[in-house]
């Protein structure tokens, strides 16, 4: 019966190259996986706060539009108050 070791040792000898880069391959694989849900994640959250302002902002009443100048005079100053 041969010994274990000496198979195991045989076996080794016979690996194809790609063996010696599996395990790296392997965890550059996880961590691209990894990656890849937290960008999908941060989309989501995104996404889901974008619709939820959007629908907040929709159904909240909002203040009536008034039109005054920006540089112009106020309606409160005392010309226009006596100009009308």
Known sequence: MADIEDLLGALAAKAPPAFATL??????GLARHREQATARRGM???V???AMVGVVGAIAPAAPAQAEPLFGVPQSAPSHLLAD
């Open 23 to 28: 395990e790296s391959d392997v965890f550059q």
């Open 44 to 46: 989501v959250l995104a």
């Open 48 to 50: 889901g706060v974008a």
